[in-house]
């Protein structure tokens, strides 16, 4: 189920003291170019931050506030950090579509007439999804999907029934007909690259980044199509975003119930910001996933910041013979690959198409945490036990491990 979300109305920042468990992301008409990252508690208003610091309060939460643009710094403050524009490169770092066409699903409860009804085992309703050895919705799925045992969990588990994924991204086609049903209300949507509550889809098709957010949640409802999706924008049409945006947008899916959050994006450097935001996150029992990078090389942040901390899952990406894809960065540390080559998922306009990038591997990760959520494991059991559950794959003279469901029950 959604996480509870938060009911108690903030209507200033500095009223935080009398409701210490909401967060409110300031609107951002402006982008700061700095911010300072500061540990709070939930008796210091927001007043008295810019009054010690300077700037404005961009981000709070009852344990820590982002500052945007301090004028008064100390040694104890530390050093602001930049406001970095870029979150997401699409020529860098984005998932590609290939081939497009009208997709053949109407919706997903059409597929799962089960989905949005109350819970029934979904044993009961496998024809619905496969059909022997082939999976319905996108037959082209089925060698990856048959290949992590993900039609041994569709035959036997809830498909994430009652989890609420967030998919932290770009701008989505929230009017697919493939989506219809399987998001949460839109009185918990968000757009932080627009300061509005429509995270809908804009831009034009030649940007890469076009139908990227749409993809993503379509994948994750392929793997767990009880689920519930959560759209919160953080990058605008063109796939341009910033650190604030991305910290904001971290908080805001904690603070409206999300039970994961998939972060199919990434920035070069580390931010004090969004670990904060991720930290918020352990602490209120959120699990998430993020994209390891199409570069094929050092991971992108956040996804190396999780592989490094056990904090959540870097994910990377798998081809059709279950090894690891030559775009797909690596790392050292822990990591899960799941399917994320020639792949195939939503496009906008009621379309399909074909995609390869580690963004596509994200989802289905997020997918596998939204099963072990409804188990009612916390985040470190839930890394622990989809760490556990993978096979070996390799890459180069390095070993990981991939996303498997045959033993998920």
């Not at 918020?280 to 094929?296: E, I």
């Amino acid at each position: 189920m959604m996480r509870s979300a938060l009911t108690c109305a903030v209507l200033t920042l500095g009223l935080l003291t009398a409701c210490t468990t909401s967060s409110t992301p300031n609107a951002q008409t402006q982008r700061p170019d700095t911010l300072l990252t500061v540990t709070v508690g939930p008796d210091v208003t927001s007043a008295e931050l810019e009054r010690q610091y300077g700037g404005s309060v961009q981000l709070r939460t009852d344990t820590f506030a982002v500052i945007g643009n301090p004028t008064r710094l100390s040694a104890s403050s530390g050093a602001p950090e930049r406001n970095g524009r870029v979150v997401h490169n699409p020529a860098q770092l984005s998932a590609v579509a290939k081939a497009i066409w009208p997709v053949s699903i109407s919706n997903w409860n059409d597929v799962n007439d089960y989905a949005s009804s109350e819970f029934k085992v979904m044993g009961d309703h496998t024809a619905q999804l496969w059909n022997d050895r082939q999976f319905l919705p996108f037959p082209g799925n089925s060698g990856a999907f048959l290949g992590m045992s993900l039609n041994r969990a569709h035959a036997s588990q809830s498909g994430g029934h009652s989890a609420t994924i967030a998919v932290i991204d770009g701008p989505m086609d929230v009017n697919h007909v493939a989506l219809s049903g399987s998001l949460v209300s839109a009185s918990h949507w968000r757009d932080f690259a627009n300061g509005d509550a429509q995270p809908t889809l804009s831009g034009n098709e030649d940007e890469l980044i076009y139908g990227h957010a749409t993809a993503v949640a379509g994948m994750a409802l392929q793997v767990a199509p009880f689920a519930k999706i959560l759209p919160v924008q953080v990058l605008d049409s063109h796939g341009d975003g910033d650190l604030l945006q991305l910290a904001s947008g971290i908080v805001w899916a904690v603070d409206q119930g999300a039970d994961v959050i998939n972060l199919s994006l990434g920035a070069t450097t580390d931010s004090g910001a969004v670990r904060q935001a991720l930290e918020y996150a352990r602490q209120k029992g959120v699990m998430v996933a993020a994209a390891a990078g199409n570069s094929g090389e050092s991971l992108l942040y956040p996804a190396s910041l999780l592989s490094q901390t056990g904090r959540g899952v870097a994910v990377g990406s798998l081809n059709a013979q279950r090894a690891v894809s030559s775009f797909s960065s690596t790392a050292d540390s822990a990591m899960l690959f799941a399917p994320g080559e020639d792949v195939y998922s939503l496009y906008p306009g009621n379309r399909a198409a074909q995609w390869s990038g580690t963004s596509l591997s994200a989802p289905v990760v997020s997918g596998e945490l939204a099963y072990l959520s409804a188990q009612g494991l916390t985040p470190e059991q839930a890394y622990a036990r989809a760490a556990a559950l993978g096979t070996t794959v390799t890459g180069g003279m390095s070993t990981w491990k991939a996303v498997d469901f045959a033993d998920l029950e």
